[in-house]
Each structure stands twice: as C-alpha cells, then as structure tokens.
C-alpha cells in the first residue's frame, strides 16, 4: 500500500516537472532572445546627454517620449535609428562622425525604418502613399501615421478622420479599415483564447509562433493601401488562422480531459487514503 501512494505521488511529481521544462525552454527561446539575437546596448552617452540640462528644451522630451515606445521595450535605442557610437564618450551631435545618420529628412525616413521593417518598407515604397512620397514628398511617411519617438504597438486605429484626412477624403481610409475589419477581429479572437490556454498552464508556443507570423505578415498588406489586394491576402490568411483555430480548440479539449483526468488521480487518491486508514487502524 505505501508503495502504491509512492508511485501515485512520483506519477503526479513527474507531471509538474514535465511543465516546469517547458517553461525554460519557452522563457529562454521567446522572451529572453534579443532581437535577431544582437547585443544592444540600452543606455550609454547618447541619452546621458541627451536628458542632461544643456539639452535643447524642444528635444529634452523625446528621450521621455522614446520611454514609454514599443521600440524601448525592445531594446530599440536611439542609435538603432540614428547610427552613431552609444559607448564613445567624444561623440558629439555638432561633429558628424562615421556612421551617424542624424534626422533624416521627410523623403528619407521609410528607408531609416526600413533597415528593420524590411517587408514592411517594400510593400510601402510600391504603394500609392510610398510613390507619392518619392515622386514629390506628398505622401505619409511611416512616422506621419506611427510617430517617431512615441511609437506604440499598431491596430486598425491608426486609421482615422484626423489622421487620413490630411491629403484626400476620408472615404478611401474607410474602405480599407472595413477591409481589414473582420481579420483583425478574428486574430483577436484567437490572441485572447491562446492568451487564456497558456495562464492555464498548456503548451502553447508552437501555437503562439503560428499566430504571431500570421499576424506580422497581415499587418504588412494594410501598407499596400490597395484595397483589392487587402480583399484579397484577406481571404487567404482567414485560411491560416482557421487552421490556427482548430489546433486551438484541440488543445482546449486537451485541457478539459487533463482537467477530468486530475479530477479522477484526486479521487482516485483520496480513496486509497482512506481505505489505507480503514487497513491500518483495522490491523
Ligand atoms: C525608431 C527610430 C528612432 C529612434 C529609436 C530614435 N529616433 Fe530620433 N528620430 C527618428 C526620426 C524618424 C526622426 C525624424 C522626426 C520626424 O520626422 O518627425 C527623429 C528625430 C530626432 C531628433 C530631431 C527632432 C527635431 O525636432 O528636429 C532628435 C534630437 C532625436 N531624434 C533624438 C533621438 C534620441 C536622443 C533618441 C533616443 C532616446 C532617439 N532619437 C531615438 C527616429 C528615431
Ligand atoms: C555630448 C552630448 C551629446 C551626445 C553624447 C550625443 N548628442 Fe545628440 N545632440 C546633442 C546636442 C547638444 C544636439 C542639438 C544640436 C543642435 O543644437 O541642433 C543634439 C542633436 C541630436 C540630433 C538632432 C540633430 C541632428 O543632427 O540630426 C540627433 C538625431 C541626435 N542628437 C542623436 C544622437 C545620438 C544617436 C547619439 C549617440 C550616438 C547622440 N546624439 C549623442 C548632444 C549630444
Ligand atoms: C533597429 C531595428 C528597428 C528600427 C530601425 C525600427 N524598428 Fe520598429 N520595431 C523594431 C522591433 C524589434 C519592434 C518590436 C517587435 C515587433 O513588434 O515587431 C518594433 C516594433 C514596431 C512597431 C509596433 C509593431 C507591433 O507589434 O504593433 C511599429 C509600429 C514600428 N516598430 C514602427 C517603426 C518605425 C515607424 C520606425 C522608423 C521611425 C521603426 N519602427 C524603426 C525594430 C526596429
Ligand atoms: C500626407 C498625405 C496623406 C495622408 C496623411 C494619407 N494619405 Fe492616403 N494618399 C495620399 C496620396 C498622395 C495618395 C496617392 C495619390 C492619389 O491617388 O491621390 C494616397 C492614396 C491613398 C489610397 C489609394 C491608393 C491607391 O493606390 O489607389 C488609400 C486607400 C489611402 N491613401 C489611404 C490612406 C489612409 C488609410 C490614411 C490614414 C491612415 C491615409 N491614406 C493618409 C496621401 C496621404
Ligand atoms: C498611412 C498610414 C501608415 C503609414 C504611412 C505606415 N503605416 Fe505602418 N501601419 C499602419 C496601420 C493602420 C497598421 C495596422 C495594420 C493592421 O492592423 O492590419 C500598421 C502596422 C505597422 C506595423 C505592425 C506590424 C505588425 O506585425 O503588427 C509596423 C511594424 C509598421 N506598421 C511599420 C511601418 C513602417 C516601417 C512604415 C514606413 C515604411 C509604415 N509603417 C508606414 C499605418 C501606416
């Protein structure tokens, strides 16, 4: 009998340990990387200066600004963008040196972002904003729509009256958030039950991988500005998320016969309790 308690409990041990080695191995590939796995240096002399009191006052807020960006969470720093040594002490904004890339101008800013952004920038330099912007620098840049320093994760928001009636009406911005509607609704959808599967506990990272590729190649087409052509990629990566649901609702399903199956290891030992107690008191 007291064997049988012991195998229960290394059987139950085991199930937790299991857990625990997936969540290294998950912490370790997807949270602690670092961006395409180079060093980035946080702080160094640019910000050191850049906040201190000789500091130009309009240009003392975006150190502030760039704090609270996605691009910090992510280790994106100043010289990231604007080139430049964040370690050499001698670097000074009044003496270009190699490499500094300074502000650059209205025309030359897709480029700058584009470094990182790659599928991003194509599919804006083809677009109608991208060869109004190169033709005659009448088309939005990225930062006309993202911000430069105060950039923050993208939605269909970003499409508005304000904002999308700068240069024509706003009838055309319309069509394309209604275009991009449903398909954002949907990774949505999926991003709260993948988000709920992994606080229970589950397996989720090949899942949370085949969500975040589906979503960052989606987000590139609203770049086209092309309405047929977001119809279009729409129809065909509603395809991908639908085979991404169904992995999803099986790992849920998976959940509830785990959860019955502790539920019966429970009774299970609760029974073995008690008639252990019944066994020995009777000895
Ligand atoms: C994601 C890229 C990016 C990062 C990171 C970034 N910048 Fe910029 N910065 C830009 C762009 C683009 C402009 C041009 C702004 C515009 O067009 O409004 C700019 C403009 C500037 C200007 C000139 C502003 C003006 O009004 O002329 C200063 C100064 C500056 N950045 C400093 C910094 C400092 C300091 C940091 C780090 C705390 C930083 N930047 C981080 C992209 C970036
Ligand atoms: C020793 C102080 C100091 C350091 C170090 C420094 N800056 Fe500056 N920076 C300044 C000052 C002062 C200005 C404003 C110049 C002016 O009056 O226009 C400036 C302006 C800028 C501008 C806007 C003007 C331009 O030429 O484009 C950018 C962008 C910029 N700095 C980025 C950086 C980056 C990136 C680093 C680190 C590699 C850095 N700075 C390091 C003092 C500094
Ligand atoms: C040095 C590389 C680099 C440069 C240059 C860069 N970014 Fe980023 N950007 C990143 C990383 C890394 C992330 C965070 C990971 C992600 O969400 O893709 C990010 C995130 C973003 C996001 C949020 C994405 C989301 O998940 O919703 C936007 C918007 C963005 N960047 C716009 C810009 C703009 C505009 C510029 C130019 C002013 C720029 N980036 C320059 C690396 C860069
Ligand atoms: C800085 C000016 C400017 C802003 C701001 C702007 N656009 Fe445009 N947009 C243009 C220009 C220029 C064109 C292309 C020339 C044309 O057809 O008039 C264009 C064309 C378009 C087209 C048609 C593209 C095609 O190939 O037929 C769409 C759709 C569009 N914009 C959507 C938007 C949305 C959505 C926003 C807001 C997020 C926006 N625009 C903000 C300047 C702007
Ligand atoms: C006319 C406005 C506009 C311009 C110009 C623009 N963007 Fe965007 N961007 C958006 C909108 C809207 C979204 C969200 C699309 C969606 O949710 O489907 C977005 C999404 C993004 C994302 C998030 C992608 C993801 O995986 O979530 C990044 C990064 C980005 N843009 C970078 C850029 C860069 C770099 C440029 C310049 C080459 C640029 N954008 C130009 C409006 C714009």
């Not at 850049?50 to 150190?63: R, V």
């Not at 539920?263 to 000895?283: H, R, S």
Request: glycine residues 8%; aromatic residues 10%; charged residues 25%.
């Amino acid at each position: 009998m007291r064997y049988m308690l012991l195998i229960l409990s290394i059987v139950i041990g085991s199930v937790s340990v299991v857990h625990a080695d997936y969540k290294d191995a998950f912490q370790k590939e997807f949270i602690d990387k670092p961006w395409a796995g180079a060093p980035i240096v946080e702080e160094g002399v640019c910000i050191e200066c850049h906040i201190s009191k000789n500091m130009k006052a309009d240009y003392l807020k975006i150190p502030q600004e760039w704090k609270m960006s996605i691009h910090y969470k992510n280790k994106v720093s100043c010289h990231n963008c604007h080139g430049g040594d964040p370690a050499d002490a001698a670097v000074s904004c009044g003496t270009p040196h190699s490499g500094f890339v300074r502000t650059p101008t209205y025309k030359d800013v897709p480029e700058m972002c584009g470094k990182c952004h790659v599928g991003i920038l194509e599919k804006y330099l083809k677009s109608g904003h991208g060869r109004a912007l190169k033709a005659a620098g009448k088309g939005p840049n990225c930062v006309t729509c993202h911000g430069a320093h105060s950039i923050q994760k993208a939605s269909i928001d970003i499409i508005n009256e304000v904002r999308c009636t700068k240069c024509h009406t706003y009838q055309r911005a319309k069509i394309m958030k209604q275009a991009l509607f449903l398909t954002e609704k949907k990774i949505g959808e999926l991003e709260d039950r993948v988000k709920e599967l992994k606080e229970q506990g589950m397996v989720v990272s090949d899942l949370e991988k085949a969500l975040f590729r589906t979503t960052a190649g989606f987000r590139t087409v609203f770049h086209s500005v092309n309405v047929d052509l977001v119809k279009e990629k729409s129809t065909l990566f509603m395809k991908d998320l639908e085979v991404i649901e169904k992995d999803i609702s099986a790992i849920t399903s998976e959940l509830g016969f785990r959860k019955n199956f502790s539920a019966f290891l429970f009774i299970l030992f609760g029974v073995f309790g008690i008639v252990y107690y019944v066994y020995t008191k009777e000895k």
